[in-house]
């Protein structure tokens, strides 16, 4: 795993903590979608993609 793809993982995992503790509701539902989008791109090794989603589900929780 290179250092980019690590980082992008540590994101992932940080993120999905973030939506666990988050209180049920719109912005919650909007994050998972943009989580799930960042998990496809993961899979697909789409690192540019998945920290893409993960900013933007990062932001609908806060």
């Given amino acids: 795993m290179t250092f980019e793809q690590n980082k992008t993982a540590?994101?992932?995992?940080?993120?999905?903590?973030?939506?666990?503790?988050?209180?049920?509701?719109?912005?919650k539902d909007a994050a998972l979608k943009h989580y799930q989008a960042a998990e496809k791109a993961h899979?697909?090794?789409n690192d540019a993609e998945t920290n893409k989603e993960?900013?933007?589900a990062s932001e609908k929780l806060s």
Avoid: F, I, N, R
């Fill in 43 to 45: 899979t697909a090794k």
């Fill in 54 to 56: 993960l900013d933007a």
């Fill in 10 to 27: 540590e994101k992932m995992t940080s993120v999905k903590a973030a939506w666990d503790k988050a209180p049920s509701g719109p912005k």
